[in-house]
């Protein structure tokens, strides 16, 4: 199957599942759901669909069930929009990349400030085999 095609499909079902989770469900676990990214397999069978949601209120297990429960109503929709062969498989995916790359930022900086530390405490403390005695 041609990367051209799987590229124009994953654009489109971008497009328009980012259109129906945002404004056509009406599920509150889906309200602040945003989505990041669409992989569509070689075959267009099926499609992972990355996701975040701003609601620190509901888990992320809570947001994946709600998508779960609309994707009979997300593949309808689907085929009446889109011009496809076959609609594919929706499969949702939680998007941890932010909280992931906030995180190795945090362990970033406390690196940063941990060396801070010890050469600002090394140049207090100078080590004594360095005196120049001869």
């Known amino acids: 199957m041609s ?6 499909v994953a654009e489109m ?15 509150p676990r889906v309200s602040l ?17 990355f996701v975040k949601h701003d609601d620190e209120e509901l888990a992320q297990r809570q947001v994946l069930e709600g ?7 997300m593949r309808r ?4 929009r889109c011009n496809l062969r076959v609609v594919p498989e929706l ?6 990349t932010a909280e992931k790359a906030a995180r190795v930022d945090a ?10 530390r010890r050469s600002a405490s090394e140049e207090q403390n100078p080590v ?3 005196t120049g005695d001869a």
Do not use: W
Not at 67 to 73: C, D, G, Q, T
């Open 91 to 96: 499969l949702f995916y939680y998007d941890d």
């Open 13 to 27: 079902l971008f497009q328009e599942l980012s259109i129906l989770i945002a404004n056509e469900l009406a599920d």
């Open 107 to 116: 362990l970033l900086r406390q690196i940063a400030e941990e060396r801070e």
């Open 67 to 73: 998508l779960k429960h609309a994707v009979p109503y």
């Open 77 to 80: 929709e689907i085929a009446n």
């Open 3 to 8: 990367t051209i095609r799987r590229q124009r």
């Open 128 to 130: 004594d085999g360095a």
């Open 33 to 49: 759901v945003e989505v990041t990214g669409v992989d569509v397999s070689p075959d267009l069978r099926s499609v992972k669909i």
